[in-house]
């Protein structure tokens, strides 16, 4: 029987890729969106992957979109939490809100996602949970207190419910990608793009389908002994 995965912020972006490729390896796969309607209804009339619209930042509309996916189409056995934004400023410039919000959805959805599904996985001992990290949660970046304490807790808190996951079937690792060739890029002055791409030794952007077979890779049923772990998807630019 096929798996059921929900990809977070899964209608466009590295979302979109990610939704394709658990598709392609035979997963039913509904991706959750924000608020873009247009290009959730494009992507599904593209794809044939259901999107369903909520807040992951909404603990409650977390557990209830999980509930209603599981009652329509089974029970998880995959989460990829995807969905994030940026809030960018330096720390003077930067509001409560933006470091409220920026934590609420990129630090806080995977754990109401985690709270809605891992119990389920445990229960049926098999589950796979990839949290989609940051190059900047590794290295830091100016202008990203809020998007680097956020995606480095990604990295803390994979580690941690990976240890709670790893005798019952449940893996939870993280991807880091660096940067990846989408909307959230393109919202980078070109000028701070072009010194960007320079430091990256592979020497361009990465596409979204790198990070999405990484993902892929991450939830099949080969990758059962790997755990607690981030894959760096960077194309060179922080090693360590
Ligand atoms: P995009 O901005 O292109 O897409 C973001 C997706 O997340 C959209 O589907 C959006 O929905 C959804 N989303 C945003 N907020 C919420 C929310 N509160 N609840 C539910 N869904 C939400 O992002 P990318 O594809 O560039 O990035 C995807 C992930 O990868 C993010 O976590 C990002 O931090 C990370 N990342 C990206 C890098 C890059 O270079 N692009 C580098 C490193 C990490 P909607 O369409 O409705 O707005």
């Known amino acids: ?3 059921i995965a929900v990809v977070t912020g ?13 598709q392609k390896a035979g997963a039913t796969v509904v991706a959750n969106y924000a608020g873009n309607d247009e290009k959730a209804r494009a992507f599904t009339e593209r794809t044939g992957i259901a999107a369903r619209k ?21 029970p998880i056995d995959i989460v990829v939490n ?5 809030r960018d400023g330096t720390l003077a410039r930067m509001s409560y809100d933006d470091w409220h919000d920026v934590m609420r959805v990129n630090l806080g959805g ?12 445990v229960e049926r001992g ?25 995606k480095s807790g990604i990295h803390g808190f994979t580690k ?18 660096g940067y990846i060739d989408t909307d959230m890029v393109a919202a980078v002055p070109a000028p701070v793009l072009e010194k960007i791409v320079a430091k990256i030794p592979v020497g361009r952007l990465g596409q979204a389908e790198e990070i999405a077979r990484g993902v892929a890779f991450l939830c099949s ?3 059962g002994f790997v755990t607690g772990s981030t894959m760096s998807i960077n194309g060179g630019q922080h090693m360590y």
Not at 54 to 74: L, T, Y
Not at 82 to 86: D, E, F, K, R, V
Not at 110 to 121: L, W
């Open 54 to 74: 909520w807040d992951v930042g909404d603990h409650q509309a977390c557990i209830d979109n999980c509930a209603a996916i599981a009652a329509e189409f089974g």
């Open 160 to 177: 941690a419910l990976a240890q709670e996951g790893a005798k019952k079937g449940v893996t939870v690792n993280a991807i880091a990608p």
């Open 126 to 150: 098999w589950g796979r949970i990839v949290n989609i990290g940051s190059i900047n949660g590794q290295a830091g970046q100016y202008g990203q207190v809020n998007y680097a304490a956020a």
């Open 1 to 3: 029987m096929a798996r």
């Open 221 to 223: 049923e080969n990758a």
């Open 82 to 86: 995807n969905a994030g934004i940026t």
């Open 110 to 121: 995977c754990f109401n996602m985690a709270k809605a599904c891992f119990p389920g996985m």
């Open 10 to 22: 899964g209608s466009r972006g590295i979302g979109e890729a990610i939704s394709l490729a658990l």
